[in-house]
């Protein structure tokens, strides 16, 4: 990483606006009411709305519409809503970015998050950190769309020739999405673990102390990319083994059900909110 043309763009960051801020801080607080989050999101309309329709999406909803944040709380329960809040204020702090496929985007990144909660539950990880480190994981792509869209169209141009997206962004920019976007997480003040897992994504032994946040992402994307092409009877044991080589200790039984289950949910998501 070229750390000079890395801090040269932290001025084009976009910054986490005050009231998304103090929305996450009483998110957060392990001491806050259902009321007082509840409140606090309905005073955004915009957080609202996605809410609401992340709580009506397939994945979370039932058979009756929720209609008010106060139901949304009910239906999902604190801990889910907490992270609803959190990928919604997220998403609506992003910038625009013009040539980006935003459902195809989003739902990739909710396919990412939801793989990684369930496997951190398996390995001594807290599922919502997971989550949230999911989320955020691919932020850095938006933000090189963002502020420099023909660097952005290059590199997309080079993944399309087969060459190695991250490898070809640190060739012509002197970082990659990870670095830059795990440097966008710590101006947020995100946990210096999540900024970890984000910056060591694709090569989670390198981080020191290891971090079982960035193996649950490159765990993650091997199983968004191959899953469907493993025989049912395999999946548990290719799982396994990459996991031990990714350097988790994983709890195997039922998982393989539970993926299967997930498959999909993510693009859902991703549908909803675009």
């Known amino acids: 990483m070229d750390s000079a043309a890395l801090l040269s763009r932290v001025d084009e960051l976009p910054r986490l606006p005050k009231a998304i801020s103090e929305l ?3 998110v957060n607080d392990d001491n806050a009411t259902v009321k007082t989050i509840a409140t606090k999101v309905s005073h955004d ?6 809410v609401l329709r992340l709580a009506n999406c397939a994945y979370y909803g039932h058979s009756r519409e929720v209609g008010s944040i106060d139901e949304a709380v009910v239906r999902l329960g604190m801990q889910t809503l907490r992270t609803l809040v959190l990928a919604s204020a997220v998403m609506g702090s992003m910038p625009k970015c013009n040539g980006v496929d935003l459902a195809q985007f989003w739902g990739q990144t909710f396919e990412i998050a939801l793989y990684s909660q369930e496997m ?5 990880v807290q599922p919502e950190e997971a989550f949230t480190c999911g989320i955020l994981h691919r932020i850095g792509d938006l933000l090189i769309a963002a502020i420099s869209p023909e660097d ?4 997309n141009e080079a993944v399309a020739q087969g060459k190695d ?3 070809f962004e640190r ?8 670095d830059i976007g795990a440097l966008l997480a710590q101006n947020w003040k995100f946990t210096p673990a999540l900024v970890q897992g984000i910056l060591f994504q694709d090569h989670p032994k390198d981080s020191n102390p290891f971090s079982k946040l960035a193996a649950l992402l490159c765990l993650s994307h091997k199983v968004l990319a191959d899953w469907d092409s493993i025989e049912d009877d395999d ?3 290719w799982l396994s083994q990459l996991a031990t080589k990714k350097g988790l200790k994983m709890e195997m039984g039922g998982l393989r059900a539970k993926l299967t289950e997930l498959r999909g949910a993510g693009f859902e998501i991703g549908k909803a909110l675009a």
Do not use: F, N
């Not at 309309?45 to 996605?50: G, N, Y």
């Not at 952005?152 to 590199?155: C, H, L, T």
């Not at 060739?171 to 990870?178: F, V």
């Open 24 to 26: 996450l801080d009483v």
């Open 171 to 178: 060739e012509l920019l002197g970082y990659d999405s990870p």
């Open 45 to 50: 309309p915009l957080i609202s709305a996605k």
């Open 120 to 124: 951190a539950r398996r390995c001594g």
């Open 235 to 237: 999946k548990t044991s």
């Open 152 to 155: 952005a169209e290059k590199i």
């Open 165 to 167: 997206k991250h490898a």
